[in-house]
């Protein structure tokens, strides 16, 4: 089994990073408006980045990297603060 990080970006021109076991199913549960939250609002989404990861623990770790080399929360307001990993 695969497990991605990905990168968000919304049609407010903001980002958002997660991690997924299943990756077309998340952006499309994001899309759609089916997970509340920080990209409900924000919809539509466009997929701008993934990794794949053997393991969960690895998706998580690079996850929990790019938040924190690129700053402390989940949402980014430009794509230069993802720079650091995207």
């Not at 299943?22 to 609002?41: C, F, I, M, W």
């Amino acid at each position: 089994m695969a497990f991605w990080v990905y990168i968000l970006r919304c049609a407010d021109d903001s980002y958002y990073v997660g991690h997924t076991e299943n990756l077309e199913l998340r952006v499309a549960q994001h899309h759609s408006g089916d997970l509340g939250g920080y990209t409900k609002p924000r919809r539509p989404v466009r997929l701008v980045y993934s990794e794949k990861f053997s393991t969960r623990d690895d998706a998580f770790a690079a996850e929990r990297q790019i938040i924190e080399r690129c700053g402390s929360k989940r949402k980014y307001r430009s794509l230069e603060s993802l720079s650091c990993r995207a």
